[in-house]
């Protein structure tokens, strides 16, 4: 009997172990890949025509990382794409949008755009400071300047904005209209030197009035001060430092002045539209643009300042583009949200006063 009971539980324990016996537990399936959530997705960015094609192809290593299509809205102008933004306010088109810090600000105002997460967009660390929007809205993401460009076959090379209606330049000379970025920075300016302020642009009214002849063009767009140069109609502008490339590639000898009064810095942002359709993956995008890897392709790409500390450029870049801690530092910046309640008159008295004599 003893035997009959150990030969049993022998038998048993070679059951169990028997290969393909059915007690033997079926190895664990591998574990499923993980799932891209943004395959796929449209994520929708608004931004100049002019640099349409250069953001896309910005954000080609974006959409390959996340398997999805970056759509270029190129709504141009700044206005345009922020009344485009609060008409579809309700139901927004757009998921990420960049424009001036100038309009920007309008933006954020008017409860358009999303605050930065910071858990996603950990790159903002290594913005300058300027960059940082102080009340957690859409970053700084490049950076122009503008000052005064010339024609050094045509023109003298002018020293200070004032200069510019010194006689030497008359009837050559391109002037930033109101409505644009550049013109409430230019009439400011102006007023202080002629001892005005921001607050009092009386001086620069009355000066603009009485040299009005000297200017053969208030520009509203770029591609209006590019025409002027190549046609020849203007040898001189207070414009955007990212353009000298492109008028001395049209065989142009220009140069480059930090006029006395200063030159004006004229970020753009990046900002996330508020109920947008894909709000984390706007989030992402953001936090794509600030990364090394693109800030240190701006210069080369969109002929633009990074604001990352951590950026690199060329030293042929670096002639014209603003790079580094004291070229950044040394740009005048304005007071957006007293200059946004202002400009609506300004543009009125510009328009009555100015260029209707």
């Known amino acids: 009997m003893r035997k009959l009971l150990i030969l049993f539980v022998i038998m048993a324990l070679a059951i169990v172990v028997l290969p393909g016996a059915a007690q033997v537990e079926a190895p664990k399936a591998a574990p499923a890949a993980a799932v891209n959530p943004y395959k796929g997705v449209d994520l929708v960015v608004a931004t100049w025509g002019w640099t349409a094609a250069n953001v896309k192809k910005l954000s080609v290593a974006f959409e390959e990382q996340y398997g999805c299509k970056v759509i270029i809205d190129e709504t141009s102008g ?55 929007n102080p009340d957690g ?18 023109v003298p090379a002018p020293t200070s904005y004032l200069d510019l209606f010194n006689g030497k ?27 005005g302020s921001a607050s009092n642009v009386d001086p ?32 001189v502008s207070v414009f955007m430092d990212m353009n000298m490339p492109m008028l001395a590639k049209s065989g142009l000898n220009v140069a480059w002045v ?28 953001v936090n794509y643009l600030l990364s090394d890897a693109i800030q240190n392709q701006l210069a080369d790409v969109i002929s633009e300042a990074p604001t990352s500390k951590n950026a690199t450029m060329s030293a042929d870049k670096q002639k014209y583009l603003a790079f580094g801690e004291n070229a950044v530092a040394s740009l005048r910046a304005f007071d ?17 006063e100015v260029t209707s004599k």
Do not use: C, H
Request: aromatic share 12%.
């Open 169 to 195: 330049y008359d009837g050559m000379l391109s002037l930033p209209d109101m409505t644009t970025t550049a013109g409430p920075y230019l009439l400011v300016a102006m007023a202080e030197a002629l001892g």
């Open 204 to 235: 620069a009214f009355e000066f603009l009035k009485k040299n009005v002849k000297s200017v053969a063009q208030f520009y509203t767009t770029s591609s209006d001060v590019q025409t002027g140069f190549t046609t020849g109609e203007i040898a």
């Open 78 to 132: 700044n206005a345009d794409r922020l009344n485009k933004v609060i008409a579809q306010r309700n139901n927004p088109e757009i998921d990420v949008v960049m424009m001036s810090e100038s309009f920007s600000a309008i933006g954020n105002s008017m409860g358009v755009f999303e605050k930065i997460d910071t858990k996603i967009v950990t790159n903002l660390n290594n913005l300058y400071g300027f960059a940082q």
């Open 137 to 154: 809205f859409g970053p700084a993401y490049s950076l122009v300047r503008y000052g005064i460009i010339y024609d050094k076959d045509r």
């Open 258 to 285: 930090d006029a006395k009064e200063g030159s004006f810095s004229a970020a753009a942002t990046i900002n996330v539209v508020k109920g947008a359709k894909n709000p984390t993956l706007a989030q992402l995008y």
């Open 336 to 352: 957006w949200a007293f200059i946004n309640d202002k400009k609506a008159d300004w543009i009125y008295r510009f328009q009555k």
